[in-house]
T-cell receptor
């Protein structure tokens, strides 16, 4: 089955700097890669996702890149702000022709943005 | 999102007791999921359901039972709770269309087993 590795487990950056979180996956059939943000005591919330037919996707200060050959994908946050402090999870799954397959999550990265 | 609610939010029980965690969604999503979240393990899938009366095991199903008699409800039961089942439990749902769709999570249930 799919296995997702996420690095680093903790990350501290100065406000205004960029943060990068990397994930690798094992199943070459996986083609859907979402990222979730979880603030302390809150639910995970989807912040961005990418499908294997694109290599990069941006949404304001957040971007995700995908390298299918190397089986890794990354989350990039630019101009970090204190409110970006949270735990971030990557996930992967194979999207069949119909329906869904369960997501497999990485173990999370705790991002701290220091003002 | 208010469309998916979990109850109770907090629960303390004793080993050996049966406990049921409730999950209700108002979006008519076909897919529903149960995860547990533990430090160092991230989110691990317990069970999921593709539709009413269809359920399937996830990564860590032992000690848990689910049912899905109605599309909107997906209860999770611990038949005989153990301390190792102390965790935060999240329910999620997603639409069923070609290709995966985003999962929407509830607020979670923090379960402590003494």
């Amino acid at each position: 089955g799919e296995n997702v590795e996420q690095h680093p487990s903790t990350l501290s950056v100065q406000e205004g700097d960029s943060a990068v979180i990397k994930c690798t996956y094992s199943d070459s059939a996986s083609n859907y890669f979402p990222w979730y943000k979880q603030e302390l005591g809150k639910r995970p919330q989807l912040i961005i996702d990418i499908r294997s037919n694109v290599g990069e996707k941006k949404d304001q200060r957040i971007a995700v890149t995908l390298n299918k050959t190397a089986k890794h994908f990354s989350l990039h946050i630019t101009e970090t702000q204190p409110e970006d402090s949270a735990v971030y999870f990557c996930a992967a799954s194979m999207a069949p022709h119909s329906g869904n397959t369960p997501l497999v999550f990485g173990k999370g990265t705790r991002l701290s943005v220091i003002a | 999102d208010a469309g998916i609610t979990q109850s109770p939010r907090y629960k303390i029980t004793e080993t050996g007791r049966q406990v049921t965690l409730m999950c209700h969604q108002t979006w008519s999503h076909s897919y529903m999921f149960w995860y547990r979240q533990d430090l160092g393990h991230g989110l691990r899938l317990i069970y999921y359901s593709a539709a009413a009366d269809i359920t399937d095991k996830g990564e860590v199903p032992d000690g848990y039972v689910v049912s899905r008699s109605k599309t909107e409800n997906f209860p999770l039961t611990l038949e005989s709770a153990t301390r190792s089942q102390t965790s935060v439990y999240f329910c999620a749902s997603s639409e069923s269309t070609a290709g995966n769709q985003p999962q929407h999570f509830g607020d979670g249930t923090r379960l402590s087993i003494l």
